[in-house]
């Protein structure tokens, strides 16, 4: 990993005596939900993904009254789905999309050097070449210019040309066949449940009222115009009506479907197209690197996650339930077809140990194919009081947030002022240089491997020290989690009292990664994480059982889908295990 100085001159707006704002845990839940049904809010946010969240914390930072409702959990959707990168997006060039491309890297420089340099991490990925004179003419000069759109003082280091060799050297699981040389560059990493989180909770400590499992069932109008939403508590049942001056419409792929409940009639389709990635052991490809590799339709990536690789993605239209997409055994003998064309030891669907699959929120074109459709997103007035957005990409959610509180300031009576987000670094983002050596001084540090500190400062940035603290009080918390020993007890108490768990998915998927790290996708670990989370949500041991019950039975069904060969038996197959919140859901609407 390249090292990368953060930029100076950011302002701690979160000093430790306001770090209880931040806090997402039952009692907040309680606070906020009571908070929903008595105040009255300058807007009103649906959609808990990277969108929604940023367009809290932009509002909030304005000093707006904000609220912000999601039915399921922060980033259950797409966001926590992708391919984990941020990016400019270099095959946009080939579309000649250099203005979203600058943009990007734009956005990019922000998140590494200052936004969220715990979470974004700079990445070196080899480009291998094919053909060696064109190729290295071609892409090479696409390269030039990507660095160019970065700007004087990038985020990291520019891109190099290398010979076969000492590409082979790097990347020893290269056929030598396979390429004639390769270029070196660099791009970013995200934990992108983590940034959508720590998006929400940092809205939170700026005054945003944010609630999950609040699923909008209808909307208020007065007169011609939406006042605000009628939203369901899915985990009590209680309705109550949220009044607002504008609502902002960031709820992804059921945008249209949101615009409906509102009685408008969509003018602007989203056409969501499903991205599927396979998740194999790191030992099965032997990379000092990342990679990518083109395509007939798009690129693959192949990208290290902590013991793992990340193979991905496709990108094919999906007509099916939007809460669960499913994979195919289609698409991972495609994405294992197209890498095996590179590597000495091709891979098999015996080497697969996870796959997950999200849905892009692409507006609408009559492209056949959702690889060649554009990734720039849109704001548009859906009725009044009520934007809608979508579109976009997960690097620049920060523009898309600023476009849509923009356009929901021309909804309201009075002055706003102008976005502040390119300032505000997120929750744990502050004092980060030296956080790992302070910590490892932390008296609740005693019981923890240095790997293991390192991995809360990965993951927390400065605020691991609140996860420290509880280790500190409680020495059992520092008892590994079974079947995923680098997680520690702690942070699922944490993901309950400050991340706003309500469930064990909500732990093992997005909290942590356990669900795709794990060799057994956290089946193990889930009866431990019930125990942890039973008494913080006041659980008896029917409710706990049950919890643990229902996230193996999702992995069951999971796996048979993965296991069908087109989109409607897979999706037939992910449908026998919903989401908790989503059945609720149904009993509700």
């Known amino acids: 990993m390249t090292a990368i100085t953060t930029d100076t001159g950011t302002t701690d707006f979160l000093p430790a005596c306001c770090r209880d704002a931040a806090a997402l845990g039952p009692p907040q839940r309680a606070a906020a939900l009571e908070r929903l049904a008595t105040d009255l809010f300058d807007v009103l946010v649906v959609g808990g993904g990277a969108t929604g969240c940023g367009i809290a914390l932009d509002a909030a930072g304005r000093g707006l009254r904000v609220a912000m409702v999601e039915k399921r959990d922060w980033a259950a959707g797409t966001s926590s789905r992708s391919s984990k990168l941020i990016h400019g997006g270099l095959r946009y060039l080939e579309q000649l999309d250099i203005e979203l491309v600058r943009e990007a890297l734009q956005e990019r420089r922000l998140l590494v050097k200052k936004i969220a340099p715990h979470l974004v ?38 891109h190099r040309h290398l010979s076969r060799r000492a590409c082979l050297r790097a990347v020893p699981s290269l056929r030598e066949d396979a390429l004639h040389g390769g270029i070196r560059f660099y791009d970013a990493q995200v934990d992108d449940a983590r940034l959508s989180l ?23 109008h007065d007169g011609g115009r939406v006042a605000g939403a009628r939203v369901a508590d899915l985990e009590s049942g209680v309705e109550l009506d949220v009044h607002a001056r504008t609502v902002i419409n960031a709820t992804g792929v059921w945008t249209n479907e949101t615009e409906r409940l509102a009685g408008v009639t969509p003018t602007t389709q989203v056409r969501p197209s499903k991205g599927v990635h396979l998740v194999v052991p790191k030992d099965r490809i032997h990379s000092d690197w990342a990679l990518i590799l083109p395509t007939e339709k798009s690129v693959l990536f192949v990208l290290p996650w902590a013991e793992q690789w990340i193979i991905g993605t496709t990108d094919t239209d999906w007509r099916f339930d939007l809460d669960h997409p499913a994979a195919t055994r289609t698409d991972a003998e495609y994405l294992l077809e197209r890498v095996n064309t590179m590597l000495v ?37 859906s009725a009044p009081g009520l934007v809608s957005i979508a579109g976009g990409k997960y690097t620049t959610y920060r523009l898309m947030a600023r476009d849509a509180v923009d356009a929901a300031a021309h909804e309201l009576p009075f002055a706003v002022d102008p976005s502040r987000s390119a300032d505000q670094a997120l929750l744990g983002a502050v004092g980060l240089s030296g956080a790992g050596y302070r910590l490892s001084r932390h008296p609740g540090a005693a019981g923890l491997s240095p790997g293991q500190i390192d991995h809360l400062v990965a993951r927390h940035g400065t605020m691991a020290m609140e996860i420290l603290d509880l280790i500190a009080r409680e020495p059992d918390m520092a008892a590994p989690l ?24 909500d732990v093992l998927t997005r909290r942590t990664h356990v669900a795709f790290e794990a060799a057994d996708r956290g089946a193990l670990a889930a009866d431990a994480v019930a125990r942890i989370m039973a008494p913080l949500l006041g659980w008896d041991a029917t409710t706990a059982e049950r919890e643990a019950e229902h996230y193996r039975a999702r992995l069951d069904a999971e796996r048979a889908a993965q296991s069908m060969l087109d989109d409607e038996t897979s999706n037939a197959a992910r449908m026998a295990v919903r989401d908790l919140r989503v059945d609720a859901s149904a009993a509700t609407g």
């Open 121 to 158: 991490h700079p990445m070196p990925i080899l480009m291998p070449l094919r053909r060696m004179a064109w190729d290295r003419a071609f892409l090479g000069s696409g390269l030039l210019l990507y660095d160019a759109l970065a700007g004087l003082h990038p985020a990291m280091p520019r």
């Open 482 to 505: 079974p079947g995923a020993d680098k997680y520690v007890s702690a942070e699922v108490h944490y993901a309950v009292t400050h991340e706003g768990a309500l469930h064990i998915d």
């Open 198 to 220: 720590v998006l929400t909770r940092t809205a939170a400590a700026l005054g945003a009222t944010c609630v999950s499992a609040a699923k909008v069932v209808g909307f208020l």
């Open 345 to 381: 030891e091709p891979l098999t669907l015996d080497d697969v140990t996870a796959v997950y699959a999200g849905l892009r929120p692409l507006l609408g074109g009559d492209a056949k194919e959702t690889a060649k459709m554009s990734r720039k997103h849109m704001v548009w007035r």
